[in-house]
């Protein structure tokens, strides 16, 4: 039987035996039922018998025929502006695409940095780090920007899948693919299911986490995290090669053939750092009120930059509309929002984070955040995708967390943090990890090695030295 059917016969019986199931003590039926199409939401979006927007269209479809939802409840979720952030956000990554400013900026710091097989490394993170601001599709920007340039360099190097793959490619596609996770999880424009966190945590919690508080939390473990990794990819998997300087006169000539920056890229460069201004000066506006920084939401900037990037031809609309990534997570993630919003009005997450208090009321906060964290984390070996993983777990792990007593911004931070960081693990966990796995320069048993490494780091660094630096800003 097609392995499809045989997922979507599992999704649907998982709902049906939920529905059927007795309502347990303190819920209502309807809070119940809306809890078996979450949990058969969730399911969909591991086994995929549909793409993940189709499970979310039926799901939304079937709640509202049922009666579970009226129609103006269950589209409510497409209102959220933190949906609109990243939809919006979407087309800053094909604006880079596009232009080919975001090749220009790779073989800028090639130029620069190029000179050895490590610092080239850092060239290729760097960008990287530079397009995760305003790139919600690690996927785009890791794939679509960096990989063809890493495979180019490793052909230079003579570096290829088989005998020669250590010479320089292994080397260099590892490390680019573990630090996507650290810029993945650097800014809440960086990854698709970053926003789903801060509305999860919104609903969850009532707490409110801004573009430039994600940002600032995220900075210091963040950048430490950057400058380690490649490092110890360096000392426990080296290449061969070791000094590159043919990488900077490659940078030279690519940069020569694409020639001065174009009218496009000039524009798309201030619209991108004049929307990295603005988000920052909405979190300096709350720091320092008495100073009269801009007054404008996250989602009002990105709106605004996508107008400009309009008006001035840097894209056009039919660029807009062929943007299915964008329109792909506005289905599915305004859908989910949709059925957690409404889980938690007709109270099943009171009602789970009270049933879950008591048994862990013992146990001190810091931890039961620590175990929680790394519980959270090492779960992505039984996901496929990170926008699964939050969907299922995130909101639990809050809850656990927050009636352990751990502070709520905090809890909602380190577990969003998290949701990016487990992509180091396997070479299925994130969009990225097949384009860069499929490439053969790295096998199985390394790979899954390596990343294992890469998380104990990003344990120590984040948890351990962020803590000390979430102290300081207050968070906990």
Not at 334 to 340: E, K, P, Y
Not at 416 to 426: I, Q, R, Y
Request: glycine share 8%; hydrophobic share 60%.
């Amino acid at each position: 039987m097609n392995k499809k059917l045989i997922d979507g016969f599992i999704t649907i019986s998982v709902g049906i035996i939920l529905w059927l199931l007795p309502v347990p003590s303190g819920l209502t039926q309807q809070a119940w039922h809306l809890f078996a199409v979450f949990v058969a939401t969730i399911l969909g979006f591991i086994l995929q018998p549909l793409p993940m927007g189709a499970v979310a269209f039926i799901s939304i479809s079937f709640a509202v025929t049922s009666g579970l939802l009226q129609l103006s409840q269950a589209l409510s979720g497409f209102s959220d502006s933190t949906i609109w952030l990243i939809v919006a956000a979407f087309t800053f990554a094909r604006g880079f695409i596009k232009t080919g400013l975001g090749r220009r900026i790779a073989f800028q710091f090639m130029k620069i940095w190029g000179g050895n097989t490590l610092f080239l490394a850092y060239s290729m993170v760097a960008t990287d780090l530079v397009m995760s601001i305003a790139t919600p599709s690690n996927t785009a920007r890791a794939g679509g920007v960096i990989f063809p340039i890493a495979r180019s360099l490793c052909n230079a190097f003579d570096s290829h899948p088989g005998p020669t793959a250590r010479k320089f490619g292994a080397f260099l596609m590892q490390t680019v693919y573990q630090c996507n996770g650290v810029t993945s999880a650097m800014f809440m424009t960086a990854m698709a299911g970053n926003p789903l966190c801060v509305v999860l945590a919104k609903q969850t919690l009532n707490i409110n986490i801004s573009w430039f508080g994600w940002a600032l939390a995220a900075s210091v473990p963040g950048i430490i995290a950057l400058i380690v990794i490649p490092l110890v990819i360096y000392l426990v998997y080296p290449p061969e090669i070791t000094e590159t300087p043919e990488a900077k006169t490659m940078a030279k000539q690519a940069l020569a053939e694409m020639g001065p920056m174009s009218a496009a890229e000039k524009v798309l460069m201030i619209v991108f750092f004049g929307a990295v201004a603005l988000w920052i000066s909405a979190g300096l506006q709350h720091m320092f009120p008495e100073f009269p920084f801009p007054r404008m939401s996250a989602t009002a900037v990105a709106l605004l930059g996508v107008a400009v990037m309009l008006l001035t031809n840097v894209l056009a609309w039919r660029d807009i509309i062929e943007e299915g990534g964008a329109w792909d997570t506005l289905i599915w993630m305004g859908s989910i929002v949709a059925l957690a919003k409404f889980l938690a009005y007709f109270g099943f997450i009171p009602w789970f984070a009270a049933t879950v208090s008591a048994s862990i009321s013992h146990v001190a906060w810091i931890p039961a955040l620590f175990i929680l964290t790394v519980l959270y984390l090492y779960s992505q070996y039984a996901f496929a995708s990170l926008t699964a993983h939050i969907t299922a777990l995130y909101s639990v792990f809050l809850a656990l967390a927050y009636a352990a007593g751990a502070p709520p911004v905090l809890t909602a931070l380190v577990f969003a943090f998290s949701s990016s960081l487990c992509m180091s693990l396997t070479h299925y966990a994130a969009g990225p990890a097949p384009i860069f796995y499929n490439a053969g320069y790295v096998s199985q048993v390394i790979w899954w090695r390596i990343g294992f490494i890469v998380s104990v780091i990003n344990i120590i660094i984040w948890v351990g030295l962020g803590s000390i630096w979430w102290k300081a800003i207050g968070l906990w």
